[in-house]
């Protein structure tokens, strides 16, 4: 069964001049993103910088209000909550952060920024209670309970990340998006948070939305892969086909950009050119066209695309894929 389900999902930013603020364009930040998320799936999100990851992550926690399509979470449109029902997926629905420091109040301890909304969403009925739950939220995420009252700036960053996901965790969410959540630790610590998501994941039936700028930790953590580029899907399919058989070229760009295992080693580099196109005049057909050494006259027409059976659900998907000449 999807937990969560996204249908033609579109975010345009407007861009205004002039002392009136006029409307003189629009940044197509997510174009008609669909996908599925199952129960205790792990999905990764990948593509380079501006390509419209976070938008999405934070766009299906409705942190961002969309430009058009769906989110459906537990068959029910998010965009459509109100009260109770929004509230009930706040806590349903959670997020860790790339930059763990900033994401926390440095005015509150840690005490605070998990046991505040534990009160809130009245899983907890009283501070006694609430400070056992706090101590046994900071042991699950390799924490001393003994650290619950000192600030967020007296921990490393790696313990600042604990706490993040900690806070995340505390609500008991059955979706947690981690958007570049390795991003700013030292590698050691990576591997760490990678191990302590893996086993959240277990413990609690988790599902997550993993974005991230490291292949290798998506290749170890994740079922799936969907590979974006200027806000639309280029290709989605299981790990193993993406690292083992990719068929668009911009996510065989991507894997050969991945330094080699040993140096004397030589991988086949299918060299980018040029900088990613503006997705305030984004090109049209296939949006990676004017970088593509593959690139073809009727790429400017319509992006390639096939229907293939996805092996897991027994339905048919939509995946854009290029057929490479021989």
């Known amino acids: 069964m999807n937990l ?38 792990i999905l990764g999100i990948v593509g380079e910088s501006g390509c419209g990851k976070s938008t999405l992550g934070r766009t299906v926690l409705r942190l961002i209000e969309p430009s058009a399509g769906q989110v459906l979470f537990g068959g029910k449109n998010i965009f ?31 005490y605070e920024c998990i046991g505040e909304a534990l009160l809130y969403h009245q899983l907890v009925r009283n501070q006694r209670e609430q400070k056992e739950r706090v101590a046994e939220v900071l042991s699950q995420v390799g924490l001393s309970p003994d650290v619950m009252y000192r600030y967020p700036h007296q921990f490393s960053g790696g313990q600042q990340q604990r706490i993040g996901i900690g806070r995340a965790i505390a609500l008991h969410p059955r979706l947690i998006v981690c958007d570049e959540a390795l991003s700013s630790l030292d590698v050691s610590v990576q591997a ?8 959240l994941k277990k413990r609690f039936s988790l599902s997550y939305l993993f974005i991230s700028h490291d292949l290798s930790a998506v290749r170890y953590l994740c079922d799936r892969v969907i590979v974006l580029y200027l806000g639309k899907i ?36 299918l060299l980018l050119h040029g900088e990613l196109p503006s997705a305030l ?13 593959y690139a073809q006259p009727i790429c400017s027409q319509e992006p390639p695309h096939r229907f293939v059976l996805d092996t897991q659900t027994g339905q048919m998907d939509h995946e854009y894929r290029c057929i490479l000449p021989p």
């Open 80 to 110: 459509e909550f109100k009260g109770e029902e929004l509230k009930r997926f706040r806590k349903e629905a959670q997020m860790i952060f790339q930059d763990p420091l900033s994401s926390l109040n440095p005015r509150k301890t840690v």
């Open 192 to 199: 760490q948070i990678l191990e302590l998501l893996q086993e």
């Open 281 to 293: 005049h984004p090109p049209s057909g296939c949006p990676f066209r004017t970088r593509c050494p």
């Open 4 to 41: 969560l389900e996204v249908k033609g999902l579109s975010k345009y930013f407007p861009v205004t001049s002039g002392i009136f603020r006029k409307v003189t364009g629009q940044v197509r930040a997510l174009e008609k993103i669909d996908f599925n998320l199952a129960q205790g799936e």
């Open 234 to 269: 280029m290709e989605t399919a299981s790990v193993k086909d993406i690292f083992d058989h990719p068929c668009h070229p911009y996510t065989q760009a991507l894997l050969a950009a991945v330094p080699a295992d040993h140096p004397l080693h030589k991988k086949d580099r």
